[in-house]
């Protein structure tokens, strides 16, 4: 079965199920297609035989159906890494929809994933954006539907070796996010949680992790409400003070995951 016809035939199932208010959310079952589809294995081999190895540890499918993302969506993606959600996302909103991708310019490493996705036929309702994580200024006000970060929340507290300066204010960053978002848009946030009561900065700059209580304060100051979590995630065995990458917990952490809502 071809990727196309795999995505279409979810969308419109999809769409047919939909209310007045446009297509219905795509369920786990509805990203089958996507993470089953020949051209994760074919094309761009090192990098989609390392897609297909995260999808057991990342459960993709439960976390995206949290989301409740909508074929024709438009969505921002905060910290892109290295394309893994941004090709799932891509397909799941269809050619109606638009993803735009972010990423630091610091994170250098974005630049030949993506290029390697785009060249293989991937993310073509995608726009790269690269900016700090308060500066959002190529994206017009009130137009994005979702906007997603996936650990990645700790980064406005980590300070790289190549970006002294930082990579973006909590303050700022939570009103761009704002800004950007529709009234009544969401904000989804996911990261290594870190120990209950540890400093910010302290937290990301050693182990890349941040305590949820803090993403749930700066979203809440923002003027964001809380609608939801879900804990497809969530490690107890992880006891919150191994960096992230450590190979004892990599993949395996435990993970926060939120949804707020921009009022209006």
């Keep these: 079965m071809k990727l196309a016809f795999a995505v279409s035939a979810f969308a419109l199932l999809a769409m047919g199920c939909s209310t007045m208010g446009g297509p219905a959310p795509l369920a786990a079952a509805d990203y089958s297609a996507i993470l089953a589809a020949p051209d994760r294995a074919m094309k761009l081999e090192a990098l989609q035989a390392a897609d297909q190895a995260d999808d057991a540890a990342r459960k993709p499918a439960e976390v995206l159906a949290f989301m409740n993302i909508r074929p024709g969506e438009t969505i921002l993606e905060l910290e892109g890494g290295r394309g893994w959600y941004s090709r799932i996302l891509s397909e799941a909103i269809g050619p109606s929809g638009k993803l735009y991708a972010q990423y630091p310019p610091e994170f ?46 700790h980064e406005i507290y980590f300070t790289p070796a190549n970006a002294p300066a930082g990579l973006g204010e909590e303050t700022k960053t939570y009103a761009e996010i704002k800004r950007v978002l529709k009234p009544g848009g969401e904000f989804i946030a996911m990261d290594h949680a870190a120990p209950a009561g540890e400093d910010k900065k302290a937290s990301a700059q050693t182990n890349h992790r941040v305590d949820p209580a803090v993403v749930l304060a700066a979203a809440k100051a923002a003027g964001f409400t809380y609608v939801d979590k879900s804990d497809v995630l969530a490690n107890p065995s992880d006891d919150r ?23 209006g």
């Design 108 to 153: 250098a490493y974005g630049d030949a994933a993506y290029k390697g996705r785009q060249d293989a036929g991937q993310l073509k309702n995608a726009t790269i954006v690269k900016s700090h994580f308060d500066d959002y200024s190529a994206i017009a006000s009130g137009s994005v539907d979702k906007v997603i970060w996936i650990l990645g929340p």
């Design 241 to 263: 003070t191994k960096r992230a990458f450590d190979p004892t917990v990599r993949r395996h952490t435990d993970q926060f995951l939120f949804r707020f809502k921009k009022p």
